[in-house]
């Protein structure tokens, strides 16, 4: 029987990881009233190669109640990585994939999870039933590389609440992730096994930005889709 409060959480102390690829040592994170890993003042915590709202199967949903993982004032933390056998797969929670709040001194990551997929491909759709990453708060978060598709709110909310609107010459506001400006696209043409995009995206003053491009079988409804496949 799951506990009533969330899965795993910590709060406090350097240094902790949760799963362990090198060793097939995956944990199952479902079926908790509260997150599924909730780590809380922390710094350097590792969350590697975990089933979080899914099953041992790897697409049988397992639902926690609240989102699959939440970092509030954490430092150096990691959600999945950049090699395979570390991502996570976050997916039929109740809440957000994955919920991130004020970052302390230190980058934290969420690189290359799959959220709201799953299966032995990421071809079954197990949504979450919020954003498939809320960013609250100041400070800054690695996102990069994840495969995200199907969740009930968009793929990443900065703020927790809807698109956040392109703004000024130099992107001059603060907030979560500094409200960073998404691309715009203005023509994609194909031809030869190419693809040419031409778009823009403006930056902060002296700032530079990493676009990456994903791939959806179908249009999101609010016209600013997930991204499906990396």
């Not at 989102?67 to 990691?78: A, D, F, H, M, Y």
Request: aromatic residues 6%; glycine residues 20%; hydrophobic residues 35%.
């Amino acid at each position: 029987l799951p506990n009533q409060g969330d899965g795993i959480r910590m709060e406090g102390g350097w240094y902790r990881q949760i799963g362990d690829p090198a060793e097939r040592g995956a944990n199952v994170i479902g079926g908790y009233a509260g997150h599924g890993v909730n780590a809380v003042s922390s710094t350097y915590v590792n969350v590697w190669g975990n089933y979080i709202g899914i099953g041992a199967d790897g697409s049988t949903a397992v639902s926690n109640r609240d989102s699959g993982v939440r970092l509030e004032s954490t430092t150096g933390c990691e959600i999945g990585g950049s090699s395979a056998d570390r991502r996570n797969v976050i997916a039929g929670n109740g809440g957000h994939g994955v919920v991130l709040t004020t970052a302390v001194v230190a980058v934290n990551s969420v690189i290359g999870n799959r959220i709201g997929r799953a299966g032995a491909d990421g071809g079954t759709v197990v949504p979450n039933r919020g954003a498939g990453i809320a960013v609250l708060g100041g400070g800054y978060f690695d996102l990069s590389a994840n495969e995200i598709e199907g969740n009930l709110g968009l793929g990443i909310d900065l703020g927790d609440d809807g698109v956040s609107p392109n703004d000024g010459v130099a992107d001059p506001d603060g907030g979560p992730n500094f409200l960073m400006n998404f691309p715009v696209l203005n023509s994609v043409t194909s031809g030869m096994g190419a693809a040419i995009v031409s778009g823009s995206i403006v930056v902060r003053t002296s700032g530079a930005a990493r676009v990456e491009f994903f791939r959806s079988d179908a249009l999101d409804p609010s016209g600013h889709g997930e991204g499906a496949v990396c």
